[in-house]
């Protein structure tokens, strides 16, 4: 990659989120063999870690925001002029984030799709038409408009709060659309540069092109953001959380981007450079030989432990197998429901389940899927599932409580546990279930006796409830594996939104705290011999699996791109 190609992370990097200093620092040391003495010093930025590479290139910042209009510019027209100017910019917005979801993959598909249902909402180009017919113009009702619904979801708790940037990037790009500007994005260039921004908008980090952006560096964001979570799905090393990041950054700065150690190292030397260059080609070496190797992992006394995948839909099975994951870890089912405004029917759902599992038949190696239901509620507000006002979402009507506390929805969940029964006939994959947001062994209960009765061979629950957890043997008495998900029992745990970036160094999964919970749980299921894996961003994490798979976890299930890494990291 010339100027910009990636370099080796060293070794001694703290846990995830355990860098809790952030900002800028004097010196740097780089990390790893050899690199103690003679690379000079450099400015140091200091944020949370995604990935384990380290990239070397220039800066490209973000451009700057859409700035709101001027509340007491005239309208260029009639009032209905005005109204047909802003609910184009709408369905232009709404178009260009369609076009992106169809050429993204993976979990950037249901983040974007989740903004072309905010763009599309009624209930927002009712209150634009309303403004405009008072006399404001296409602009100011815009932003306007955006603001009143802005406001509600931040007092909605955390999780539809966290959805306050994406409608903040959905306003800058409808009043850029109607005042004719272009929408706001990544900058362009032919080079490849490491992109600096205070946050990137879902619609920006689900197109990145991979030949171009060598990293990402934010103010914002925590490990389990969606900047971070669809960077680590992408491949693509992040420093996450960076304050002060685009006050001390400009345009076309040199820089060394440590994920492995949540850095960023400013004008480094030459032989600052040439020796991270060194490093990281023997990282790339060490990864794709292991990948080569083909051959399953084991722990010192004989025990395999199995690399899989988090998917969303078929289009990702392919990369899974490419890099050799052992099956699907946590398949998505929601993402189905997401795209749609109405209940997808059973043959829907049979037919859209089937292009997934065939993505992994007839291989003995790749033949197991684990499917997780609808996980509805919260951050994912489905049209056709009413769940109610709450004041804190996250606390609320979320997961299996969709279905076992709300009667009127239970229907749902025994069509989706049909359709996925349906769906693996005949394909040869071993499918197993399992249900999100699980607190206690009647829940367990609850949902094992329809999934059974719905044909399902292999029953599970996901442990990511602190409750669920204390009680793992009560709860998997009643199924038959679990899978820990990290990124909501981290946030439980720590009484910290995982969405908000000054409670980063809190999103920690190493923290002792959550080591004993997952340990509590694995030790569970070694007891009662089930399996018990893990699904959350922890998994993809190299620096933590081996401590994960310590604890007594029988599985790790990722993004496909940090399979490599990850099994690398283990052979070593």
Request: charged share 25%.
């Amino acid at each position: 990659m010339d100027e910009a190609e990636s370099a080796e992370r060293g070794e001694g990097a703290e846990r995830p989120g355990g860098n809790g200093a952030r900002g800028v620092g004097d010196d740097a040391a780089v990390p790893g063999p050899g690199a103690r003495s003679g690379l000079g010093r450099a400015r140091l930025l200091s944020g949370i870690g995604v990935g384990s590479a380290v990239v070397v290139g220039p800066v490209a910042l973000m451009g700057a925001p859409e700035p709101p209009p001027d509340p007491d510019a005239k309208p260029s027209g009639p009032p209905e002029r005005e109204t047909g100017r802003a609910l184009d910019a709408l369905r232009q917005v709404a178009a260009e984030l369609g076009r992106r979801a169809r050429l993204a993959e993976g979990e950037a598909v249901e983040v974007l799709e989740a903004q072309v249902m905010m763009a599309e909402d009624p209930m927002l180009a009712e209150a634009v038409a309303a403004s405009t017919t008072a006399g404001a113009s296409a602009e100011s009702a815009l932003h306007e408009s955006f603001g009143m619904f802005r406001a509600t979801l931040a007092e909605a708790g955390e999780y539809l709060a966290a959805r306050v940037a994406d409608l903040d990037d959905l306003a800058a790009r409808a009043v850029a659309a109607a005042a004719g500007r272009p929408m706001p994005g990544v900058p362009v260039r032919e080079e490849p540069f490491i992109l600096v921004a205070r946050d990137l908008a879902p619609a920006d980090t689900a197109l990145l092109d991979l030949k171009l952006v060598l990293a990402l560096v934010t103010e914002q964001g925590g490990p389990t953001s969606h900047t971070a979570i669809l960077a680590r799905s992408r491949g693509i090393p992040a420093v996450v959380g960076v304050a002060g990041a685009l006050a001390a950054l400009t345009e076309d700065d040199l820089v060394v981007v440590d994920a492995a150690n949540g850095a960023v190292h400013i004008d480094p030397s030459e032989q600052f450079v040439a020796q991270a260059r060194e490093r990281e080609a023997g990282r790339r070496t060490a990864a794709a030989r292991s990948s080569a190797e083909g051959a399953p992992i084991r722990t010192p006394d004989g025990r395999a432990v199995k690399l899989l995948a988090n998917i969303g839909g078929a289009a990702d099975a392919a990369e899974a197998r490419a890099v050799g994951a052992e099956g699907v870890g946590l398949f998505r089912t929601e993402l189905l429901y997401l795209d749609a405004t109405r209940l997808p029917t059973f043959e829907e759902q049979v037919e859209a389940y089937r292009a997934v599992f065939e993505g992994f038949d007839g291989s003995d190696k790749g033949s197991h899927v684990i499917a997780r239901t609808l996980d509805v509620g919260a951050d994912k507000p489905l049209p056709f599932l009413p769940l109610g006002e709450e004041p804190n979402p996250a606390l609320g009507v979320r997961g299996i409580r969709a279905f076992r506390t709300l009667a009127a929805h239970e229907h749902v969940l025994d069509t989706q546990l049909a359709a996925l029964a349906a769906a693996a006939e005949g394909t040869g994959i071993d499918l197993w279930v399992m249900a999100p947001m699980i607190a206690d062994a009647a829940e367990a209960r609850w949902f094992a006796a329809k999934a059974r009765a719905a044909g399902i061979g292999k029953v599970g629950v996901m442990i990511e409830v602190p409750a669920a957890a204390l009680c793992a043997r009560e709860v998997l008495a009643e199924v038959d594996f679990a899978s820990i998900g990290t990124n909501d029992l981290t946030q439980y745990t720590m009484a910290a939104d995982r969405l908000i970036g000054a409670l980063g160094p809190f999103q920690d999964a190493g923290h002792p705290a959550v080591l004993k919970l997952i340990a509590t749980t694995a030790w569970a299921g070694a007891e009662l011999g089930k399996p018990v894996g893990v699904c959350g961003e922890a998994a993809g994490d190299p620096r933590l699996a081996a401590e994960l798979i310590r604890l007594g976890v029988t599985s790790l299930s990722m993004a496909p791109a940090a399979i490599p890494e990850v099994r690398a990291a283990l052979r070593g």
